[in-house]
């Protein structure tokens, strides 16, 4: 079992519909990091938060650490958001990252 | 662009072989890392250099050599490849300062071994 578990694998919906992606994971952390992937190979950073929830445009990031899961929103999809999202956890016992193996959403016009 | 770069986008490579993958980052940073991406699998973290030094290798075969000439290139050079080698192999860089934020990769390299 991976210590990073990402749910759904894939996730296909129309244009304007609210998604979630969820990671949950098993070990300590001091800060979990939401990544996007595009179909060209390149990943960018969205998040990275340790508590609460995070906001930027149409994507919102929420953890909670007692329950160890975070979730990753996107209000009013669009085809553009169609890309592979990428959940990794910093571990707080030797700072090492561990990822999800990610969520490929496909959003359709 | 993300200021890592990385060349070439694709290479296909019989098994007998050999070649050498490039990453190149103008952001100053003094951490570089080559990552493994295989179909439905989390990223597989291979070689991290620190100021220039390898500061870890996770168990990657011999087949793999990486090289870090200076703080901006890391190369990764490939031979005698199987057809499991097939991947996307990642470059990223950050600042050992701020880790873990500034971590940033590049496009990658798909790489098929025939």
């Known amino acids: 079992k991976n210590e990073v578990e990402q749910s759904p694998q894939n996730l296909t919906a129309q244009e304007g519909e609210f998604i979630t992606i969820n990671c949950s994971y098993s070990v300590g952390i001091s800060a979990l990091h939401w990544l996007q992937q595009h179909p060209g190979g390149g990943i960018v950073s969205l998040f990275m938060l340790s508590s609460g929830k995070k906001k930027h445009g149409r994507l919102i990031a929420t953890i909670n650490i007692q329950e160890k899961h975070s979730s990753l929103h996107i209000t009013a999809s669009h085809p553009r958001d169609s890309a592979v999202y990428i959940c990794?956890?910093?571990?707080?016992?030797?700072?090492?990252?561990?990822w999800g193996a990610g969520t490929k959403l496909i959003i359709k016009p | 662009e993300t200021g890592v770069t990385q060349t070439p986008r694709h290479l296909v490579m019989g098994m007998t072989n050999k070649k050498s993958l490039k990453c190149e980052q103008h952001?100053?940073?003094?951490?570089m890392y080559w990552y493994k991406q295989s179909a439905k699998k989390p990223l597989e973290l291979m070689f991290v250099y620190n100021f220039k030094e390898q500061t870890e290798n996770n168990s990657v075969p011999s087949r793999f050599s990486p090289e870090c000439p200076n703080s901006s290139h890391l190369f990764l050079h490939l031979h005698t490849l199987q057809p499991e080698d097939s991947a996307l192999y990642l470059c990223?860089?950050?600042?050992?300062?701020?880790?873990?934020?500034?971590?940033?990769f590049g496009s990658g390299t798909r790489l098929t071994v025939v």
């Open positions: 990794a956890v910093l571990m707080d016992s030797n700072y090492q990252l561990i």
């Open positions: 990223a860089s950050s600042q050992v300062e701020m880790w873990p934020y500034g971590y940033t």
């Open positions: 952001l100053g940073h003094n951490a």
